[in-house]
């Protein structure tokens, strides 16, 4: 089972680009990378997923080299309300339709003003 | 995608006694899951609850001490039984509509305290 390592927190401003990356060296073949975004008292939210190369949406791009082995969340001109924990995930679910969820520890981004 | 509540929002329990979550989805969902979070920590998996099957739980819980009902396909139920302090904890609920993806859903949580 792959394991994720995440920095612990950031420190960024508004308007800024903020890249958060996670480190998954046991990735397996069939393992997607998806991130969370969480705030206090709420479950945590669905950002983006990829597999591999880059994928965009609305609100990040989300950059996967060839290995896998890493992979870069980047949030475009950040406010204060991206001020939250985001958490970088590793898993899938097997042949036998069994899950195996891996949750980094998060990165705790702070924006300030 | 998918709406989730959760019954009770929080609850403070006596050590020994036992409290039941809910968790109701608006829509029909196979796979449902549940999470523990400790303050400030991550989330760990407590078990996969999909209808028409027992859960499955993961190491280190047992069926005894978080016994799981899923009824339907929209609704599920977590029990945490004898509670102790160390169960202190907010528990989540969620749902994984897309089945071979890893886009989870998650209810807003339970905070328990045991004292």
């Known amino acids: 089972l792959a394991k994720t390592t995440q920095p612990i927190s950031m420190d960024s401003y508004e308007g800024q680009e903020v890249n958060i990356t996670c480190s998954h060296n046991n990735i397996a073949t069939n393992d997607y990378i998806t991130w969370y975004q969480q705030f206090p008292s709420q479950g945590p939210r669905f950002i983006i997923q990829?597999?591999?190369?880059?994928v965009t949406n609305e609100v990040a791009s989300l950059f996967i080299p060839a290995d896998r082995k890493s992979s870069t969340l980047s949030l475009p001109r950040v406010s204060l309300s991206d001020t939250a924990v985001y958490y970088c995930?590793?898993?899938?679910?097997?042949?036998?339709?069994?899950?195996?969820?891996?949750w980094g520890l998060g990165t705790s981004l702070a924006v300030n003003p | 995608s998918a709406v989730i509540s959760q019954k009770p929002s929080r609850d403070i329990c006596q050590r020994g006694t036992s409290l039941t979550i809910q968790c109701q989805v608006d829509s029909q969902v196979t796979m449902m899951f549940w999470y523990r979070q400790q303050p400030g920590q991550s989330l760990t998996l407590i078990a996969t609850a999909n209808q028409g099957s027992e859960a499955t739980y993961e190491s280190g819980f047992v069926i005894d001490k978080f016994p799981i009902s899923r009824p339907n396909l929209t609704f599920s139920t977590l029990t945490v039984s004898n509670m102790s302090p160390e169960d202190s904890s907010i528990y989540l609920c969620s749902v994984a509509p897309q089945g071979l993806y890893n886009e989870q859903f998650f209810g807003p949580g339970t905070r328990l305290t045991v004292l």
């Open positions: 995930l590793v898993g899938a679910f097997n042949a036998g339709n069994n899950r195996k969820l891996i």
């Open positions: 990829g597999y591999k190369t880059k």
